[in-house]
């Protein structure tokens, strides 16, 4: 089955810095790769998706790339913000067979201003 | 519903108790996820169930667990004999058909904490 490894556990950086958090995948047939933010005490929530038909997606300040024949993705948050801070998800699963999705363990994100 | 109803949202029960976890979905959503998330640990797949489908089981960590979804709606979750590391916070999860295209809608939780 699919495993997904996230990369760093936990992150730091200042107002303004972009941020990198990183994914592999095992599965090659995966081919739907969201990301969740998780607010402390809240629920995870979707914030960006990429399907392997594509390279590259951006939504404002977050962007995600996706490297298929290395199995990796990764996620970029520029000029990051205090209410950026957060733990995030990465999650990959095949789109068409309506697989659960798996996860990683996530990455902490604290951003200081 | 609105949302992904969880409940209860805590639960303390002594170690060795059976206890009932509750999702009641989006109305409308046909698939239906649970997660387990232990701290540090991330988001751990337990069941996910498919409209009328046999459910796929392979993330139940052991026969302690078992899960039903009655009428195609609400799913229960049953932990048997409770044990200290089933302390967690339960996610249910539900989406619009089998596909996921649309990304997961999480109930808040519930938080079981076994003492």
């Known amino acids: 089955g699919e495993n997904v490894e996230q990369h760093p556990s936990t992150l730091s950086v200042q107002e303004g810095d972009s941020a990198v958090i990183k994914c592999t995948y095992s599965d090659s047939a995966s081919n739907y790769f969201p990301w969740y933010k998780q607010e402390l005490g809240k629920r995870p929530q979707l914030i960006i998706d990429i399907r392997s038909n594509v390279g590259e997606k951006k939504d404002q300040r977050i962007a995600v790339t996706l490297n298929k024949t290395a199995k990796h993705f990764s996620l970029h948050i520029t000029e990051t913000q205090p209410e950026d801070s957060a733990v995030y998800f990465c999650a990959a699963s095949i789109y068409q067979a309506g697989t659960a999705l798996i996860f990683g363990k996530g990455t902490t994100l604290s951003v200081s201003s | 519903g609105a949302g992904v109803s969880q409940s209860p949202s805590n639960k303390v029960t002594e170690k060795g108790k059976d206890v009932e976890l509750r999702c009641d979905p989006i109305?409308?959503?046909?698939?239906l996820y649970w997660y387990r998330q232990s701290l540090g640990q991330g988001l751990e797949f337990l069941i996910y169930f498919q409209g009328n489908s046999a459910p796929d089981k392979s993330g139940l960590p052991s026969d302690r667990f078992s899960a039903e979804r009655t009428g195609g709606s609400v799913s229960t979750l049953t932990i048997q004999r409770t044990q200290q590391e089933d302390s967690a916070v339960y996610l249910c999860?539900?989406?619009?058909?089998?596909?996921?295209?649309?990304?997961?809608?999480f109930g808040s939780g519930t938080r079981l904490t076994v003492v």
């Open positions: 999860a539900s989406t619009r058909g089998g596909g996921i295209g649309y990304g997961y809608t």
């Open positions: 109305s409308g959503h046909t698939a």
